[in-house]
């Protein structure tokens, strides 16, 4: 099969087409046919290896998986033993650890859920990470309620597009914080307001917020708590940080200052959930959420795909067509 493959950690230059045996399905897992993968920031950081502390999880020289990339939709070709929940000619999306930018990948069966009638293999692809990140941060970390008021930072992003509609979906009152040229698609993700931050400094603007979700923390933690209601809920949720560390510090100043100020600080790691997974997909069903696809590229194009993640500014969810 077709795989997207490294060796070492480095720039999106270090990603090659390969050939390599199909994987063989083990206990609990089923093998996949891959139609589309997704990629985010987390696979831009596995592939570069920075923050360095990623090398911990990941390999400490080099890659202990060569090939990236880990949620992906598609079709169950087989079954390991344990499994029977699903069966060969499934639609699945779902998550792995790795090894989703390939023509194949061995998945563990409790990792997949059905795709939702009417849903697409490419708009499937695009849900797992950046929705589950969103769905946790607000629905249990947030504890978002009815006519709460939710500012979303990095609106138009992956998880940012998710967190718009999902804030919805929980009855908040949204408003999204984007660039100029992204205002009218915050708005059609179901934002009640927009705040261009080329022209407006939300952190000045006056406004206080029962919940802040910041997938960008392009300022220190002290302003942004300007804009948060005094026992409102903060979630800094960038991951990049320094190039040691990369949110620790960040994210240890939040913890330490949540024990003096009546402000919840939150930081937080999503976790895949099979049972959020069910849950997006209930959304999903439904129509209250709706991936936003930026653009799709073909396997042989892995490469650019995870640069234009890396670049950042993306409009919605970079999917990769296999």
Known sequence: MRAAVQHRYGPPSVLEMSDVAVPEPGRGEVLVRVGAASVHPGDYFVMTGEPYMVRLMFGLRRPRHGIPGMDLAGVVTAVGTDVTALHPGDEVFGWTGSGALAQYACVRAENLVPVPPGLSITEAAAVPTSGMTALQALRDIAKVQPGQTVLVTGASGGVGSFAVQIAKALGAEVTGVCRTANLEMVRMLGADHVIDYTATDVT????????????????????????????????????????????????????????????????????????????????????????????????????EALAHVGAGHTRGKVVVAV
Do not use: C, H, M
């Open 204 to 303: 000045r603007a006056g406004s206080r917020y029962d919940v802040i979700f910041d997938n960008v923390e392009a300022q220190p933690l002290a302003e942004v708590r300007a804009a948060l209601a005094p026992t409102g809920t903060l979630i800094p949720n960038s991951g990049r940080g320094g190039r040691w560390f990369g949110p620790l510090g960040r994210i240890a100043k939040a913890r330490i200052l949540s024990g003096f100020t009546r402000q919840r600080l939150r930081p937080f790691t999503s976790v895949g959930r099979r049972q959020d997974l069910l849950a997006l997909a209930d959304l999903l069903a439904t129509g209250e959420v709706a991936p936003a696809i930026d653009r799709t590229y073909p396997l042989e194009a892995a490469a």
